[in-house]
């Protein structure tokens, strides 16, 4: 098993930026390979929406078309620990953000894949 723990989430104007981090703990996740994690977000009366992703072995990231330019994943594989800077927010991305592990990692963007989900940390941006 591998829990994760998101904290940093808070309320912050628009233009504003927050930084959250997701730390992994349990099985350890350097040693056996996870694959990947990856941060989600759902609004209210909403699906819950992929923002990015990071390939835990390589690096390689991913992002939602919406936040290219503005928000940056990364991970600290010694930390078993996930960041996600957000800069430039927008009220219309007020939601719970989820973050999540997958072991194989082979469609980062897709929710249902992702094995292991954090319990979520509300990210509120003021106009």
């Known amino acids: 098993q591998v829990q994760l723990v998101e904290s940093g989430g808070g309320l912050v104007q628009a233009g504003g930026s927050l930084r959250l981090s997701c730390a992994a703990s349990?099985?350890?996740?350097?040693?056996?390979?996870?694959?990947?994690m990856g941060w989600f977000r759902q609004a209210p009366g909403k699906e819950r929406e992929f923002v990015a992703a990071?390939?835990?072995?390589?690096?390689?990231?991913y992002y939602a078309d919406s936040v290219k330019g503005r928000f940056t994943i990364s991970r600290d594989n010694a930390k078993n620990t996930m960041y996600f800077e957000m800069n430039n927010v927008k009220p219309e991305e007020t939601a719970v953000y989820y973050c999540?592990?997958?072991?194989?990692?082979?469609?980062?963007?897709?929710?249902?894949?992702?094995?292991?989900w954090g319990q979520g940390t509300q990210v509120s941006v003021s106009s």
């Open positions: 999540a592990a997958d072991w194989t990692f082979a469609r980062p963007t897709m929710a249902g894949d992702y094995d292991y």
């Open positions: 349990g099985r350890t996740i350097s040693t056996y390979g996870m694959g990947g």
């Open positions: 990071v390939n835990w072995r390589g690096g390689t990231t």
